[in-house]
């Protein structure tokens, strides 16, 4: 199989040399500075539409890690989407996760990780129409916020490099020429949408501004509002207004790609070692990865404990029970009502404690406590058959593996429980009736709870729980102008049962 791979990699390796040599793809085997000339012409500023596809050489790990990072830029960016963020509050929470995923700078190196990764995932997401939309509605929205974070000079830089027909700056005569009645159609929009409420100030920006001109037919929802000086045919937009249209024709261009994409697919079968990869990134992947509150400090006894610190006797106090997702309020349900959690939900629960920062003696005597507090269970037995157990999950057994706690994936991976279990994600095994009996005793509003039920009925388990999080939060602060400033500063995308806690513990201290 190995043998075969090589032959083929060598085989695509002569195809690339017996293609067009006056094309301007990335070529294998180029000097530093060719290739780094080559991306300039792809990235006129820190964007570009991705015209060209690269052809150079990366390695597997390479193709695989970028995927994964653009990846979770895009998820991310869909999970705001639906939960209707606006573009600003998007662009708060999406920046620190683009600095580290698919940073744009001037380098190299950072350039063609941002190109391979879009074109990598257009493999991914190119093979059904429902795929094809989501990444597409989540790359416009990127290109979008990258467009919005250049410099002005770097915008205008951006639009005459793209050399569209449709966007061409008007000259300066023009501008003077039609001054008058340009400025009164776009004063209002000046006052309403930058907020320059002085007439000196829309003047100055107004003499500042640049102007395209485009056939009216590209701007006709713009008309109906008359936010578009029009004559003989021609609509002038101000430089502040052309971001749709130019992600218009991004995501046009990219809609015709995909489709071409899709046709070269079987192409693409034969290939072992990147086929894998592919199918494992369209179909399962993590947002965000959360950092856990638990180390080495848990599997020993402290004599340290903080206000915040979970032991057995805090794991009763209602506070701590209600930042609680609702996968581990099912978890602690169950364990009251039969003193006792199968396997599956054992080990969700467990873990879960564990990611807390509860140590192994909290965590032994909270068990202990749960499992023997009826008659059926003797102290004994309990620890003959159970106790190995939870020392095993904090690597004190067996072969001392320091497990992580389980993130969303990790439990939804699981087998659906059976009658009786109470381990996995109620926004997947509940019935409708159940989860909204469930979310309106949360105090959340019928179309809140509609609104959840929609994500959780499109399998969006995750995107369900985020929503139920961030409602919830909002139903602390009624009467508030606007409550979810102060109350969801992070509004990342919820992807492990930890993170959901810890989110909830921060908001309410
Ligand atoms: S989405 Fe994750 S945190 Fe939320 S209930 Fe399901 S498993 Fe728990």
Avoid at 181 to 198: A, C, D, G, M, R
Avoid at 225 to 230: E, I, Y
Avoid at 426 to 442: C, I
Avoid at 472 to 498: F, R, V, Y
Wanted: a neutral charge; one cysteine or more; aromatic letters at 12%.
């Amino acid at each position: 199989m190995f043998r075969q791979s090589k032959k083929r990699a060598a085989q695509r390796r002569s195809d690339f040399a017996t293609a067009d040599q006056s094309t301007t793809y990335i070529q294998a085997g180029i000097s530093f500075n060719d290739e780094q000339e080559r991306y300039e012409l792809l990235y006129p500023t820190k964007l570009s539409f991705y015209h060209l596809p690269p052809i150079g050489e990366i390695t597997l790990d390479q193709f695989e890690t970028w995927a994964i990072d653009r990846l979770k830029v895009l998820l991310e960016l869909e999970s705001l989407a639906q939960r209707n963020k606006n573009i600003k509050e998007m662009e708060q929470v999406i920046k620190p996760i683009l600095a580290s995923c698919i940073p744009l700078s001037e380098s190299l190196e950072s350039r063609k990780k941002d190109y391979y990764s879009h074109f990598i995932l257009r493999l991914c997401f190119c093979r059904s129409k429902d795929l094809r939309e989501k990444f597409l509605h989540a790359e416009t929205i990127l290109f979008k916020l990258r467009f919005q974070m250049l410099t002005q000079a770097d915008q205008t830089k951006f639009v005459q490099s793209l050399n569209l027909p449709l966007l061409q700056f008007i000259s300066d005569e023009e501008k003077q020429e039609i001054a008058t009645e340009l400025y009164e159609t776009v004063s209002p929009q000046l006052q309403f949408q930058l907020n320059l409420s002085e007439e000196q100030q829309r003047r100055q920006f107004f003499n500042h501004e640049r102007f395209i001109k485009l056939p009216f037919e590209a701007v006709i929802d713009l008309l109906g509002t008359r936010q578009v000086f029009l004559k003989q045919g021609w609509a002038y937009l101000p430089q502040f207004q052309q971001l749709n249209h130019i992600a218009n024709e991004y995501a046009s261009r990219l809609s015709d790609d995909l489709l071409k994409t899709y046709q070269h697919i079987p192409k693409l079968n034969e290939d072992d070692r990147l086929l894998p990869i592919l199918t494992h990134l369209s179909t399962g992947y993590v947002v965000t990865e959360h950092h856990y509150s638990f180390s080495d400090s848990s599997l020993h006894p402290s004599s340290e404990t903080t206000a915040d610190t979970i032991t057995a006797a805090s794991l009763h106090n209602p506070e701590v029970r209600s930042a609680f997702p609702l996968c581990a309020k099912n978890l602690m349900d169950g364990l009251s009502k039969n003193n006792h959690l199968k396997f599956n939900g054992r080990q969700q629960l467990s873990f879960f404690l564990k990611g807390l920062g509860m140590s192994v003696d909290e965590a032994l005597k909270f068990w202990t406590d749960a499992f023997t507090r009826s008659t059926s269970m003797s102290l004994e037995k309990f620890n003959k058959e159970y106790r190995y157990n939870f020392r095993h999950n904090y690597g004190l057994e067996g072969n001392r593996i320091n497990y992580r706690p389980w993130d969303c994936r990790t439990v939804l991976s699981k087998p659906r429980p059976a009658r009786g279990e109470y381990h996995g994600c109620p926004y997947r095994d509940w019935n409708p009736e159940k989860l909204s009996a469930t979310l309106a005793a949360m105090n959340l509003t019928q179309s809140q709870v509609s609104s959840i039920l929609d994500s959780a009925k499109r399998n969006e388990f995750t995107l369900a729980c985020t929503k139920a999080y961030e409602f919830s939060a909002l139903s602390e602060a009624p009467g508030t102008a606007n409550p979810s400033e102060p109350l969801i500063t992070d509004q990342t995308h919820i992807t492990h049962p930890n993170l959901y806690f810890d989110r909830a513990r921060r908001r309410r201290t």
